[in-house]
């Protein structure tokens, strides 16, 4: 079985760029997460999607942060404008459900903002 | 909300030593939890997990026991080798709820 894939694995951008993160599921998971770990800490929900629909976005920074989920399985994230404290690994994740069930995670992308 | 306190690292040990890194949990439901490792350079994997009161999840040597009864869920393993050194994360998800990770333990093991 295909794990959850990722691009690109390392991003360099200067501050006030954009940037966009894809990530592909496993097929036939209807969750996707997408989370922010900074270095030293454990990973941040930014946004959960159920199918194509957005199920938890609140600590989504709206103002330079959007994802989406089109046909209910690849997504993109994107960063714009990005700031110096963007830098961090951007993990995505999928499960079947999303209760009480575990997460499969890609191996992430790392963003340094200079 | 819920919420997941690891204790701090990072945690240093010979090989052949015993481990445990402990977790407990704040929740209003019944979560399932996790124990999630991360090797250098790489993604979070699955290490073992417990959906019930009193479950115990083990997978490559490593236990864990879910203890509603002390909101804990610790990791343990008897002997571990240097091929354990890796970040550990606690978890869990509950109805409704995403995913929430603790902090994170660094484990280092020396030879």
């Known amino acids: 079985e295909a794990g959850v894939a990722q691009s690109p694995r390392y991003k360099i951008i200067e501050k006030r760029q954009s940037v966009a993160f894809w990530c592909n599921p496993i097929s036939g998971h209807a969750t996707l997460y997408w989370y922010q770990q900074i270095l030293g800490q454990g990973p941040k929900l930014l946004i959960q999607f159920q199918n194509n629909g957005v199920v938890d976005d609140s600590q989504l920074p709206k103002d330079r942060f959007s994802a989406e989920r089109l046909k209910g399985v690849d997504s993109t994230l994107k960063i714009q404008p990005a700031k110096l404290e963007d830098s961090a690994v951007y993990l995505c994740?999928?499960?079947?459900?999303?209760?009480?069930?575990?997460?499969?995670f890609g191996q992430g992308t790392r963003l340094t903002v200079v | 909300g819920d919420s997941v306190t690891q204790m701090e690292g990072p945690v240093t040990l010979s090989e052949e030593a015993c481990l445990t890194i402990n977790c407990t949990y704040t929740a209003t439901g019944y979560p399932s939890l996790f124990w999630y490792v991360q090797y250098p350079g790489e993604g979070l994997q699955l290490l073992l997990k417990a959906t019930k009161a009193d479950d115990k999840g083990s997978n490559k040597g490593f236990e864990a026991t879910y203890r509603k009864e002390t909101t804990s869920f610790h990791l343990e393993k008897g002997s571990v080798q240097v091929s354990d050194s890796a970040v550990y994360f606690c978890?869990?998800?509950?109805?409704?709820?995403?995913?929430?990770f603790g902090a994170g333990t660094r484990l280092t093991v020396k030879p």
């Open positions: 978890a869990l998800s509950d109805r409704g709820n995403d995913m929430r």
């Open positions: 994740a999928s499960s079947i459900y999303s209760q009480n069930t575990e997460a499969f």
